[in-house]
């Protein structure tokens, strides 16, 4: 059973444009969630993180909203630009256990268009 | 350059073999996590150590061992291969478990 779910496989946006990508967990016990980035033939890029006692971080172009009632997390990217055309992935932990191995979704590969 | 290293990048190798994949984790980082990624399954945990010690273990299998040494790199052994081990394979670290995780550019396994 999948704890992280990402139900777009794919996205398409205009340059300049808002993206916005979602994510959705089913176990309460994450507490710590991050956003990755990941170009073919690469590893996972580290974008930005939040914590289950915010629901919103800033970093740049890049917001990350999180709504705990809804288990649901959302991730912004505004403008969009060309070189934001990757696969993204959502993933959860449990920050404050001991163990923090991350569960990831299966990823939204997203397109922006010039 | 997220400062996390892995050898060998492409490894192809027969089934039934043995191969040893190796990570070196960014300076000051104690935990190395390994993961697999293959096409139907996303990227999985395998396994974690902290500072030498084996801290979790996810969907590891049991012809599969890891173990992490005294200068905190970190080697990842895949025995009596399969076609279905067929993946890329990351290794990610971290301060602590607690932080965020840098990933390595990863090792793609193929085995024939």
């Known amino acids: 059973d999948q704890q992280v779910k990402q139900n777009s496989p794919s996205l398409s946006v205009q340059e300049g444009r808002i993206s916005i990508l979602n994510c959705d967990y089913t176990?309460?016990?994450?507490?710590?969630f991050l956003w990755y980035k990941k170009y073919p033939a690469e590893g996972p890029t580290f974008l930005i993180s939040i914590s289950s006692i915010k629901d919103k971080n800033e970093d740049g172009r890049f917001t990350v909203f999180l709504n705990k009632s809804a288990k649901h997390l959302s991730l912004h990217i505004v403008p969009s630009q060309p070189g934001d055309s990757a696969v993204y992935f959502c993933a959860a932990s449990e920050y404050g256990g001991s163990q923090g191995n991350l569960i990831f979704g299966k990823g939204t590969k997203l397109s922006v268009k010039p | 350059d997220s400062g996390v290293t892995q050898t060998p990048k492409h490894l192809i190798t027969a089934t039934g073999q043995r191969v040893t994949l190796r990570c070196s984790p960014r300076s000051g980082d104690l935990s190395v996590y390994w993961y697999q990624q293959s096409l139907d399954q996303g990227l999985q945990f395998l396994i974690q150590y902290y500072n030498g010690e084996e801290r979790a273990k996810g969907n590891i299998l049991e012809r599969f061992s890891a173990q992490q040494f005294p200068d905190l790199h970190s080697e990842l052994n895949l025995s009596s291969l399969e076609l279905g081990d067929s993946a890329l394979y990351f290794c990610a670290s971290s301060v602590d478990h607690s932080h965020e995780q840098y990933f390595g550019p990863g090792t793609r396994l193929t085995v024939t």
């Open positions: 176990n309460s016990m994450f507490d710590y």
